[in-house]
């Protein structure tokens, strides 16, 4: 089992940044590829970003490239996700997730049915 744990989120302004991490515990994360996601009260849970086993390959929904970036940290077995240029349209509970069944290191899914762990989420509201 994986446990998941979402921080960072918080109440900004439009065009400031934020920092989301997502600590994990209860094995190790070598070997998962992860995702961000988010969810806006009304709409469906939508797929951010996503981050190879490697870290070698990374992954991005059209509305946040150039603007926010995913990483990992193995040692510590965290993932970033350092958010950008915010807009209101950012705001939205964000979820971390974990696959652990990619089939490959090197590649990680934009779908959230193939993740297997989720955290609990951690809000992040953009006033304009």
């Known amino acids: 089992q994986v446990q998941l744990v979402e921080s960072g989120g918080r109440l900004v302004q439009a065009g400031g940044s934020l920092r989301l991490s997502c600590a994990a515990s209860?094995?190790?994360?070598?070997?998962?590829?992860m995702g961000w996601f988010r969810q806006a009260p009304g709409k469906e849970r939508e797929f951010v970003a996503a981050?190879?086993?490697?870290?070698?390959?990374?992954y991005y929904t059209d509305s946040v490239k150039g603007r926010f970036t995913i990483s990992r940290d193995n040692a510590k077995n965290t993932v970033y996700l350092q958010m950008n240029s915010l807009k209101p349209e950012d705001t939205a509970v964000y979820y971390c997730?974990?696959?652990?069944?990619?089939?490959?290191?090197?590649?990680?899914?934009?779908?959230?049915?193939?993740?297997?762990?989720w955290g609990q989420g951690t809000q992040v509201t953009v006033s304009s």
């Open positions: 997730a974990a696959d652990g069944n990619s089939g490959s290191v090197y590649v990680a899914s934009r779908r959230a049915y193939d993740y297997d762990y």
């Open positions: 981050i190879s086993a490697t870290g070698g390959n990374t």
């Open positions: 209860g094995r190790t994360l070598l070997g998962y590829a």
